[in-house]
């Protein structure tokens, strides 16, 4: 049966390629801003990151105890739709609006630094509270910022959660439980996050070369993105929506790629479209050799080679719980034709020759078919599938 079709009012991001959709889209036909930021692991060894390195705004003063970068960022994005989010509390009512968040670190590195003060003999940071590391401080800081007094949480489901924000996002809006919610999500670069990767072996050695056959693992990044999702008509909407549970392994995805598949068939199917009606899909894409593996065979069994595909993980970094928020924003900007399909990175990538043959990019082109697919994995097997198409759809 198909689900009636959710809109997007107004897109707010930030990430290593910009401060706003301009300055996004640009970097999407550009090279890759990994190369020029890195952080020291505990053991010496320099990464690469993908960095967000604009100044952040400060928070109100009434809202400092929320202060955290995490929730910087956020703020960045919001300031970007704030107008849209008026609108809709003066339409709506305060009550009626709802916010959904996804994140995987909040404000942990807050919690990290207190750590080390308290265990160094030195009183807790000045401004530092408990509740700033809590999965759900992101919901909480946007309803305080935004006065919005609808269902407000986080969800917290590793690099899934803010694409499983918009599946919740979707159930509240079409049971009549809300008739606005922003959805979003963030996640901060810190030590904790970049050490336990590290530990996993899962870090690559420069910069992440998805799908090629000398990938060698991911990039961490930092970003947030927020948008407003109703049921009124706009120019793009979530037309379909795919989630599955792999349970395989804690961290590693199940090879077969059967639930992976799944999603991305729910999603299709949600919105009664075939695949040859998709016009690009992002990859997930984040350069472990197993994840590649599995994703190029789940895509290529729904899609053959006929489907432009290409990861941007390269470009932002695996953001983790704002991956799926970050790639829906790439997904609007190209519905809105305000960027290009992005070119598989590096540009003269050598493929593996042992994955599906996937029809990666070689060089930015236009949306040719006004449908973008977004696929996010997570640890356990977590897989959600995004469909976003520009209306009408016929």
């Given amino acids: 049966m198909k689900v009636p079709p959710c809109y997007i009012h107004g897109m707010g991001m930030i990430n290593a390629l910009g401060a706003n959709a301009t300055e996004v889209a640009s970097g999407l036909a550009g090279a890759s801003p990994l190369a020029g930021h890195a952080l020291t692991l505990h ?54 609006v709802a916010v959904v968040m996804g994140t995987s670190t909040s404000g942990i590195d807050e919690g990290t630094m207190a750590l080390a003060a308290v265990q160094g003999g030195e009183p807790l940071p000045a401004g530092y509270a408990y509740p700033q590391q809590e999965l759900g401080a992101p919901a909480h800081f946007v309803s305080a910022l935004t006065g919005c007094l609808g269902p407000a949480y986080t969800v917290s489901t590793a690099c899934s959660s803010s694409a499983r924000a918009f599946i919740s996002a979707q159930h509240l809006l079409l049971s009549g439980l809300a008739d ?59 037309i379909g929506v795919g989630e599955s549970s792999d349970a395989y392994h804690i961290s590693a995805p199940d090879p077969t790629g059967n639930g992976a598949a799944a999603a991305m068939q729910m999603a299709l199917q949600q919105a009664q479209m075939a695949a040859a009606d998709v016009g690009y899909i992002n990859l997930h894409g984040t350069g472990t050799r197993l994840n590649d593996a599995m994703e190029a065979k789940a895509v290529y069994r729904l899609f053959g080679d ?35 399909l992005p070119a598989q990175w590096p540009p003269a990538m050598q493929r593996d020759p042992q994955l599906e043959p996937v029809n990666l990019l070689a060089q930015g082109q236009p949306l040719l078919r006004p449908a973008v697919l977004s696929n996010s994995f997570a640890f356990g097997g977590n897989n959600v599938s995004l469909l976003f198409a520009r209306e009408p759809v016929a």
Wanted: proline share 4%; hydrophobic share 50%.
């Fill in 180 to 238: 606005a919610v922003i959805v979003g999500g963030a996640d901060t670069l810190c030590g904790l996050t970049l050490n336990g990767f590290y530990s996993l072996e899962s870090l690559a050695a420069g910069i992440c070369t998805p799908f090629a056959a000398q990938r060698d693992g991911i990039n961490i990044g930092e970003a947030a993105a927020v948008c407003l999702l109703t049921r009124e008509p706009a120019a793009v909407a979530l």
């Fill in 306 to 340: 006929r489907v432009p595909c290409s990861s941007t993980k390269p470009l932002t970094g695996h953001t983790l719980g704002a991956a799926g928020i970050t790639e829906a924003a790439i997904a609007w900007l190209l519905l809105t034709g305000q960027a290009l």
């Fill in 43 to 96: 053991d010496g060894r320099r990464v690469c990151v993908g960095a967000v390195t604009d100044a952040l705004p400060a928070l109100p003063a009434a809202l400092m105890r929320h202060s955290t970068r995490n929730n910087r960022l956020l703020l960045a994005a919001l300031r970007q739709i704030e107008g849209e989010i008026a609108a809709a509390i003066a339409r709506f009512g305060a009550e009626r």
